[in-house]
């Protein structure tokens, strides 16, 4: 007999079924138990009790729909009011919801159980504050908002505490409570990050964004000619007081502007008065313009005027000297005895009246 390979097998074999941290099997504990597993699994053959709703040797398998849990493919457990291997039929009005999963009778649930399999003495979901088998031990008293009815992790905790059952405290820059998994809900002033553990940056007011830690407000002044306040980044004026324009609001804008209004970027009046052009309109249109554009042509002419720049006079035989601003053609002759473009040929004598 071979007793040094005997004991080191027995080894062996000792560590792959105890060595591993919960959760995880195998001879190097390499592998991850199943998801569905309620429970830690078997290190060595990775068998678990299953969470509700999934059977077999490794939890891998769902149960028939309708199940809340089930034994291979007969229903083990029923949504409350349902009975039968498949949970298809309905217990009878006078059970209260509540009926043996097998015969249909009524029975009654342990008094904290929502629904249960009377069989195997198995409550499903427990009412807020309970948890275990039947629902017979209480929440941890720091759980703020209940537990899991599985293993009493608590889902939050009260007023700095955390950890599973709240039995571990909130890191010290957490403003009020925190989540079981000891991740802040709010940090103080000054602070961000999961765990409140990173100072805003120094030019910071007050409180920074939890995640990013990008200023809500800032320290340093908005420029003094801001009517409502400053982006909190780039500091550009909001809304400039009356009669200024531009980022900062640094630039005066003339009267000429219409209805006095200017942009603040590009920093520019939105439009000129008649007679008026330029980026804040103080230059003066050619003398005969209505409106120009940058001073290098009208956009319209005084009455009686047409050309690039309204250097030209409307013919004098066009009525009320209105002629068509780029060619000078009359809109209308000044009578009925005239014609052309420019009303200078005369109707000829055949005409009735010698009008045309």
Do not use: W
């Not at 209805?259 to 007679?275: D, F, H, I, Q, T």
């Amino acid at each position: 007999m071979n007793v040094a390979l005997d004991v080191k097998t027995t080894r062996a074999m000792y560590m792959m079924d105890n060595s591993c941290v919960d959760g995880y099997y195998g001879q190097y504990c390499s592998q991850k138990c199943s998801e569905y597993c309620s429970d830690v699994c078997d290190k060595g053959n990775r068998s678990c009790p299953c969470k509700s709703g999934y059977y077999g040797k490794t939890c891998k398998f769902k149960c028939f729909t309708g199940c809340l849990d089930c034994d291979d493919i007969t229903c083990s457990a029923c949504p409350p009011g349902r009975y039968g291997q498949f949970c298809h039929f309905y217990c009878t009005p006078d059970c209260n919801g509540t009926c043996d999963i097998n015969t249909g009778n009524c029975k009654s649930c342990p008094s904290n159980c929502v629904s249960c399999d009377s069989v195997n003495d198995k409550c499903y979901g427990c009412i807020s504050g309970y948890y275990g088998k039947i629902c017979e031990h209480k929440c941890p008293s720091q759980c703020a908002t209940g537990c899991d009815s599985f293993n009493g992790n608590c889902v939050n905790c009260t007023l700095i505490q955390s950890g599973k059952y709240c039995n571990a405290s909130c890191p010290s820059n957490c403003m009020g409570n925190c989540s079981s998994t000891v991740k802040c809900f709010q940090c103080k002033a000054g602070y961000y990050g999961d765990n409140c553990e990173i100072k805003c940056p120094t030019n910071c007011y007050g409180q920074c964004d939890m995640l990013s830690g990008e200023c809500f407000k800032c320290l340093s002044m908005c420029p003094a000619l801001c009517s409502t306040g400053c982006d909190h980044v780039s500091g550009a004026c909001s809304n400039c007081s009356t009669e200024r324009c531009g980022q900062n609001c640094e630039f005066t804008y003339s009267t000429n502007c219409v209805e006095n209004v200017c942009m603040a970027s590009p920093e520019s009046c939105v439009l000129c008065k008649s007679g008026f052009h330029g980026v804040f309109c103080y230059k003066m249109c050619p003398s005969n313009c209505g409106t120009c554009f940058i001073g290098t042509y009208c956009t319209q002419c005084k009455s009686g005027y047409y050309g690039k720049i309204c250097q030209n006079t409307c013919p004098n035989t066009c009525d009320n000297l209105t002629c068509d601003i780029h060619s000078g053609a009359c809109h209308k002759c000044i009578n009925n005895t005239l014609y052309g473009e420019p009303c200078n040929m005369a109707c000829s004598s055949n005409c009735k009246y010698t009008e045309c």
